[in-house]
């Protein structure tokens, strides 16, 4: 079994898309063990894409994460990060295969609709950002 941190970026929830984005997940064969609508401040938000900090988008991709709200979600699965990706489509909507979730919510490179780790270092980081080892079941009592 395998984890990765999704998020349903602020364009998707405003858009009142993580319904369907939610059904395409569980129907893909994940487990969502943890899940919370979080409101990112500007702050957050870089500590989160600190790995993006050089790049020329990184201002304006950590003030449209913190525009609204945002879904956390940690999926589980055989293969997460991957299958997940996979599920995604390529980060540039209008270059993503037809019938992914960036394909048919996203409208832009930015506005994309999720994001996914995209390493088992990323993605321990990432869930760690948002979740408690406790949230995810990881205490030894559960
Ligand atoms: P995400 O998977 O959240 O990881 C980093 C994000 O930066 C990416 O999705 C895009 O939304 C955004 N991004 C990547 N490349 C660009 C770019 N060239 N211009 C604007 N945003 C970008």
């Not at 349903?8 to 064969?29: M, N, T």
């Not at 991957?82 to 506005?111: N, Q, Y």
Request: hydrophobic share 45%; glycine share 10%.
């Amino acid at each position: 079994m395998e984890r990765t941190l999704a998020i349903i970026k602020p364009d998707a929830v405003v858009a009142r898309q993580v319904g369907a984005i939610l059904q395409r997940i569980e129907g893909a064969g994940f487990t969502v063990r943890a899940m919370r609508l979080v409101r990112l401040s500007q702050v957050e938000a870089e500590g989160f894409y600190a790995v993006h900090r050089e790049r020329p988008f990184f201002g304006s991709l950590t003030a449209f994460m913190s525009s609204g709200p945002a879904v956390v979600l940690a999926l589980e699965a055989p293969d997460a990060i991957r299958k997940w990706r996979a599920l995604m489509g390529a980060t540039d909507p209008g270059k993503a295969d037809v019938g992914t979730i960036r394909c048919d919510f996203g409208t832009s490179i930015e506005h994309n609709a999720t994001h996914g780790s995209d390493a088992q270092d990323t993605a321990a980081f990432e869930l760690g950002y948002f979740f408690a080892g406790g949230e995810l079941g990881e205490d030894a009592e559960r």
